[in-house]
């Protein structure tokens, strides 16, 4: 079935542990996201790209970084993970650049931090 | 920056009753507004959009409205089914902007 992939769909880790959530499309969307939701939060933009090679910092961007090496990969890094990282991760993609587009969300990444 | 505000944070209605759900923005250059529905342990589903050239847009028994004077937008769900029992965020963006997302409506149909 077409759509985003996300791994590992939850994680216990150790603070000051680093670790990589996963992100993979295969609708070839340029453009993709990720979110982080919290109870009473809604879903807060990390970081973004629109396109292969390019990423942007969203609202809330601090201690995470991104890559996009291809057009199908989008994955998040915490270098050094804090209990406020704590959280559901979601990734989404959308068709083109332009952010007027519909985004498709894949079903997330449940980590906690200790 | 663009600010979304979702009222009410939890709804409960009975089956077969109509609910609605309004989102207000603060950026006027926003002209995209899509709603989204999330079932528990999945990602959100998006399941209707406006865009800023049309005032009404619906899809069977979900409908949107949009007052761009008054910078709000609405979800309408006629007859509702317990399968509608979700949380629901309203998004906004101006297309040079990031999608903007309101913090949810947990709506509870009760059979």
């Known amino acids: 079935i077409a759509g985003i992939t996300q791994a590992p769909t939850s994680q216990i880790l150790a603070a000051g542990r680093r670790m990589t959530l996963r992100c993979t499309q295969d609708?070839?969307?340029?453009?993709m996201y990720w979110y982080r939701q919290d109870l009473g939060l809604g879903l807060r933009l990390i970081h973004y790209?629109?396109?292969?090679?390019?990423?942007g910092k969203g609202e809330v961007p601090d201690g995470y970084s991104v890559s996009r090496a291809n057009t199908d990969d989008f994955p998040l890094t915490l270098a050094s993970a804090v209990p406020s990282q704590t959280s559901v991760y979601f990734c989404?993609?959308?068709?083109?650049?332009?952010?007027?587009?519909?985004?498709?969300f894949g079903d997330g990444t449940r980590l906690s931090i200790l | 920056g663009e600010n979304v505000e979702q009222h009410p944070s939890t709804l409960s209605v009975q089956e077969g009753d109509s609910a609605v759900i309004k989102c207000t923005y603060s950026?006027?250059?926003?002209?995209?507004f899509p709603w989204y529905k999330q079932e528990l342990g999945k990602g959100p589903q998006l399941i209707i959009d406006?865009?800023?050239?049309?005032g009404e847009k619906k899809d069977q028994r979900i409908a949107v409205t949009l007052n761009k004077t008054a910078k709000h937008f609405s979800l309408h769900i006629t007859e509702t089914q317990p399968e509608d029992s979700a949380v629901y965020f309203c998004?906004?963006?101006?297309?040079?902007?990031?999608?903007?997302f309101g913090k949810g409506t947990r709506l509870s149909v009760i059979a």
């Open positions: 989404a993609s959308s068709e083109g650049g332009g952010r007027n587009q519909p985004q498709h």
């Open positions: 609708m070839r969307h340029n453009a």
């Open positions: 790209s629109n396109t292969a090679g390019t990423t």
């Open positions: 950026d006027s250059a926003s002209n995209y």
């Open positions: 406006i865009r800023s050239n049309v």
């Open positions: 998004a906004a963006s101006s297309g040079n902007t990031p999608l903007v």
